[in-house]
């Protein structure tokens, strides 16, 4: 069974930054594309970024050109860098391994496992 745990998250204020990990075990990783997603008070989970196992990546418009996403196979660990960051990035922030090695986009239902989630919080 593959477990995904998530940590970095933590309340920053406004315009600084933070670094996620999703540890990844129990299963195979290096094959398969990654994923990151979020969930705002209120609001439906969305898409924040994937990688793919050779390191393409995707970004929802919102983060474009502030988070990073990357991963270390050697780790099984992906990470989330996420810099500039405002109120509107307040949210719980989950990782998710794709169901195959070629996807690595935005639709949830592509992802079979998910981590718990870590809080980010943004203060203005």
């Known amino acids: 069974q593959v477990q995904l745990v998530e940590s970095g998250g933590g309340s920053v204020q406004a315009g600084g930054s933070l670094r996620l990990s999703c540890a990844a075990s129990?299963?195979?990783?290096?094959?398969?594309?990654m994923g990151w997603f979020r969930q705002a008070p209120g609001k439906e989970r969305e898409f924040v970024a994937a990688?793919?196992?050779?390191?393409?990546?995707y970004y929802a418009d919102s983060v474009k050109g502030r988070f990073t996403v990357s991963r270390d196979n050697a780790k099984n660990t992906v990470y989330l860098q996420m810099n500039s960051l405002d109120s509107e990035d307040t949210a719980v922030y989950y990782c998710a391994r794709s169901r195959g090695v070629s996807y690595y986009g935005g639709v949830q239902s592509n992802y079979d496992y998910w981590g718990q989630g870590t809080q980010v919080t943004v203060s203005s």
């Open positions: 129990g299963g195979t990783f290096s094959p398969y594309a």
């Open positions: 990688i793919n196992w050779s390191s393409g990546t």
